[in-house]
């Protein structure tokens, strides 16, 4: 592990990267993304062909679902990212840190 100070917005992205990580290994979390993406799908395939706004909505609520996971699996990497960064320079700068 890295001794460096981060940056405010480091430190920022760090925390929301561990929040957004939480929330993607949480089961909760995620059997209620499923179950919303679950309703959304038997909603799209069974509704009437002429419902075609409730079609629709489902279908916005389930893009909208992906897109919450997309953006917080992209904190998650960010913080990931900017640990690497710091465990590299640490490596760069003690070449024995990792004995």
């Known amino acids: 592990m890295t001794d460096r100070v981060f940056t405010d917005e ?30 959304c799908a ?3 395939l069974t509704s009437d062909p002429a419902a075609s706004l409730i079609r629709e909505s489902a279908y916005h609520l389930s893009r909208g679902l992906s897109a919450v996971t997309v953006e917080l699996d992209a904190l998650a990497a960010r913080a990931e990212a900017i640990l690497a960064q710091a465990e590299t320079h ?10």
Request: glycine content about 2%; hydrophobic content about 40%; proline content about 5%.
């Open 10 to 39: 480091e430190q920022q992205a760090l925390d929301e990267g561990e929040a957004a990580r939480h929330l993607l290994t949480s089961p909760l979390f995620l059997t209620a993304i499923e179950k919303v993406r679950k309703d």
């Open 42 to 44: 038997e909603v799209i």
């Open 90 to 99: 640490t490596l760069e700068v003690h070449p024995d840190a990792d004995d």
